[in-house]
């Protein structure tokens, strides 16, 4: 079965479908994607490994969640059965804010995206999908600035780009995130 996304505008306004890998080659399009955040009571942020077997950014540790939604499926709907799918649990998601961002990537692909970042809690452990995460781990959100730092190599380019964002707006309403100095 081939997986389409939604391509936009950039005001996220719809414009039409392309099967997803094609949408991701030749400079890519613009198209709407999400990225989870599950946080839990501690503010440690679930952070997933991508599974090697991943067409772009196999291997490298990235929020807990990633994709797109299909046509027809709100954002909120697509995270939720993403994060069923990939991780094996379920909690509320709200979003939060969105960004655009275009990176070339391995494999001869680019990412061109409006990013929708949805937010979670959640304190239980995950049951991983192997077809898609290798690994996850559970980090403390200002041993993650200083890691990503030293070892960018590590993370995924949207990992980065949203995790700055969600510092700038304060996401944890004060906790440990916007306590980090650089």
């Known amino acids: 079965m081939q997986d389409y996304v939604i391509l936009v505008d950039e005001n996220d306004n719809e414009m039409g479908v392309e099967e997803k890998l094609k949408a991701h080659i030749d400079g890519g399009k613009l198209h709407r994607s999400f990225s989870i955040f599950v946080f839990n009571d501690s503010t440690h942020l679930m952070l997933q490994k991508r599974s090697h077997d991943k067409y772009h ?39 939060k804010f969105k960004f ?17 970042v949805l937010i979670g809690t959640y304190n239980g452990d995950p049951e991983i999908n192997k077809q898609e995460v290798s690994d996850w781990k559970w980090v403390d959100v200002a041993w993650l600035y200083k890691d990503i730092e030293k070892n960018q190599h590590n993370y995924t380019y949207w990992l980065k ?11 944890l309403n004060g906790k440990s995130v916007v306590k980090i100095k650089k």
């Open 57 to 95: 950014s196999g291997g490298l540790w990235s929020n807990t969640t990633c994709s797109h939604p299909r046509p027809g499926e709100s954002v909120i709907e697509a995270g939720t059965r993403r994060l069923k799918e990939e991780m094996g649990f379920s909690c509320e998601l709200e979003e």
């Open 100 to 116: 655009i961002y275009k990176a070339s990537l391995d494999n001869g692909y680019t990412e061109h995206e409006i990013d929708h």
């Open 161 to 171: 780009v949203a995790l700055e964002k969600v510092k700038e707006r304060d996401i």
